[in-house]
């Protein structure tokens, strides 16, 4: 895999080195490593909660659209174009999907007629091909 190229594997593999490194300094990131490869190594899984928290805060506080903008700053300096695969798609697959703010409110017992539109807020990017004029 490699993130300089298109394609779902590529953009899984952005996606979790984006998730996983978060806000964390270079030390951090290995101490944060290391717990994942102790903890996995018995029975493959990550069952300590402090891993798990760590890893959910990191995803949580990920700025996608930072962390496209930094990787095109990057690759500008060193003067090279390479695609960024589609990351956002997996970036967040951690964090469940809800409604942070609805307009009209959550906890009015009735819609408007008069409105022209109901605009909800979610708490993380949605797939624009899951979207429209219907559902989502």
Request: aromatic share 6%.
């Given at each position: ?13 952005l996606?979790?080195s984006?998730?996983?490194?978060g ?88 819609v ?18 899951s ?6």
């Open positions: 895999m490699d993130i300089s190229k298109d394609g779902p594997e590529n953009a899984i593999l996606a979790i984006s998730v996983l490194q806000t964390l300094s270079v030390g951090q990131l290995s101490e944060l490593l290391s717990k994942i490869i102790l903890d996995i190594e018995p029975d493959g899984t990550v069952e300590t909660n402090a891993t798990s928290v760590a890893i959910y805060n990191n995803a949580f506080s990920l700025q996608l659209a930072s962390v496209r903008n930094n990787m095109n700053i990057r690759y500008s300096a060193l003067g090279i174009q390479y695609p960024i695969p589609p990351f956002e798609l997996y970036a967040k697959r951690l964090i469940p999907l809800s409604v942070i703010r609805t307009i009209p409110k959550n906890s009015e017992s009735q408007r007629f008069d409105l022209d539109k109901i605009a909800v807020y979610f708490n993380k990017e949605l797939n624009q091909n979207v429209n004029g219907s559902n989502s």
